[in-house]
Nanobody, 124 residues
Framework: VQLQASGGGSVQSGGSLRLSCVASGSITNRYVMGWFRQAPGKEREFVAG????????RYANSVKGRFTISRDKAKNTIYLRLNNLKPEDTAVYYCAADRTTTQRMEFGAPMDYWGQGTQVTVSS
């Protein structure tokens, strides 16, 4: 399985972006998929995850109400809509997949698969 993330870019504060992550290979409903980010000098952190079968989302508190995760099973793709972006959202965003739960994803479970990352830069 390979994950290919795209959609990053540079926007001004308050702007929006949509990230995509396409999974090639066998990603079934058993897999949770999600997004993490890592800012310079900081540890990687959970952003959002979406369950495989129920498509129930889970968000970090810092992005609730601004970011939306969705999943297109037919395309083996997840999306992350980033609205009302802030400078503190600047980071490399990574997608990931694992046969786990969104709760475990949020609290540091190791992921089976990682994408290569896409840069999001928000200027004030």
């Amino acid at each position: 399985v390979q994950l290919q993330a795209s959609g990053g870019g540079s926007v001004q504060s308050g702007g929006s972006l949509r990230l995509s992550c396409v999974a090639s290979g066998s990603i079934t409903n058993r897999y949770v998929m999600g997004w993490f980010r890592q800012a310079p000098g900081k540890e990687r952190e959970f952003v959002a995850g979406i369950a495989g079968s129920t498509e129930t989302p889970r968000y970090a508190n810092s992005v609730k109400g601004r970011f939306t995760i969705s999943r297109d099973k037919a395309k083996n793709t997840i999306y992350l809509r980033l609205n009302n972006l802030k400078p503190e959202d600047t980071a490399v965003y990574y997608c990931a997949a694992d046969r786990t739960t969104t709760q475990r994803m949020e609290f540091g479970a190791p992921m089976d698969y990682w994408g290569q990352g896409t840069q999001v830069t928000v200027s004030s």
